[in-house]
């Protein structure tokens, strides 16, 4: 094992030991030419900085918890990626628990973090668990719901983003209408199916709840046996994914999209291009979403004022080929 110091690094590469911290902690504030001088002379000697007693001496560990239910979703996924790229480039690390909206899993998980001297958390969770984060002791972001307490909640407006979704079905003509949304306690599905339902009352029309569990397995039996017994010419979906399997289905059951049914997804990911026909959806702008997160964490992070701790980020319908 190394038995270097930092003094000892600094000195080999011939910079401050303030530089050679900045380097070991991702600071983006090191120009190349210094960053690379530092982490020859770290391979060279093995040397490894003991993260955890610098954290207890400083009381901080650069380290930001992500608790999240999975990350199966492609719009999670990509929301993770983007925010631990964001964070890395200000010198921190992301330690990600996923919880399966189990709370004893998510207590436990949440104890270890607050344990391990974090300095901020985000969180996505079920309505019946944001009662875990009232009393923590470290910036939380919350996505998608609001919790008393000092918490920032950052969410999309899903609540419009299923209104809308609602508003181009009727427009199409729609009349025997389908939503495939997920069976877990996902607020923002649920925001969405709220707003669809409004935009479905105001013309007087109702629909069907196709529910889906994690395993498309148990989508594919709920969709058929609906199927088999209810018409359909319009499909709203909670996400892409959902979207593009309840096309797939469709397809097999000899219903063609545009022509017969008409589908709108959310989340506007990939997938929503490479299925085919492409689906019209809703996007969010997941580097918006990212960027305002790791703003307002940082903000919590180093006590500066804050004027608003509710933020509700706009969406947009992008139109493709699904409701032509």
């Known amino acids: 094992m190394s038995n270097f110091k930092m003094a000892d690094i600094a000195k080999m590469a011939g910079v401050s030991k303030a530089t050679v911290s900045r380097v070991l902690s991702g600071h983006k504030y090191v120009s190349p030419e210094i960053r690379k001088r530092v982490l020859d002379v770290v391979l060279d000697t093995g040397y490894k900085p003991n993260l955890i007693a610098r954290s207890l001496i400083k009381s901080e560990s650069h380290t ?16 993770i990626r983007q925010v631990e790229h964001n964070l890395i480039e200000e010198g921190y690390r992301i330690t990600i628990c996923l919880t399966g ?17 974090i300095d901020g958390l985000i969180v996505l969770t079920s309505r019946e668990n944001t009662s875990l984060y009232q009393d923590v002791s470290v910036p939380v972001i919350m996505l998608d719901q609001y919790i008393s307490g000092g918490a920032v909640t950052i ?25 495939v949304t997920t069976s877990s306690p996902d607020v923002a599905a649920s925001e969405r199916l709220s707003g669809f339902s409004q935009a479905l009352s105001e013309v007087r029309l109702s629909y069907e709840t196709v529910q889906c569990k994690s395993q498309l397995r148990h989508c594919e039996k709920a ?7 209810k ?16 096309n797939k289905i ?8 545009p022509e017969d049914v008409s589908i709108i997804g959310y989340g506007n990911t990939t997938i929503s291009d490479i299925t085919r026909p492409s689906l019209t959806t809703i996007s969010q702008n997941i580097e918006t979403f990212s960027q305002t ?32």
């Not at 469709?250 to 999209?257: D, P």
């Open 64 to 79: 930001i918890g992500f608790i999240v239910p999975s990350n199966d979703d492609e719009v999670i996924a990509t929301l």
């Open 101 to 117: 909206y189990n709370r004893d899993k998510e207590q436990k998980f949440l104890d270890d973090l607050l344990q391990s001297n």
């Open 155 to 179: 969410t999309t407006d899903n609540y419009y983003g299923g209104y809308l979704a609602g508003k181009r079905l009727v427009k199409n003509g729609c009349k025997n209408i389908f939503v």
């Open 223 to 229: 969709l058929i046996k609906t199927l088999a017994i």
């Open 231 to 246: 018409k359909v010419d319009g499909v709203f979906a909670t996400s892409d994914l959902f979207a593009a399997f309840t």
């Open 250 to 257: 469709l397809e097999q059951q000899g219903l063609r999209v």
């Open 293 to 324: 997160i790791m703003d307002y964490l940082l903000a919590g992070i180093h006590k500066k004022p804050m004027k608003k701790r509710f933020i509700i980020l706009p969406i947009e319908m992008i139109e493709k080929e699904s409701t032509q």
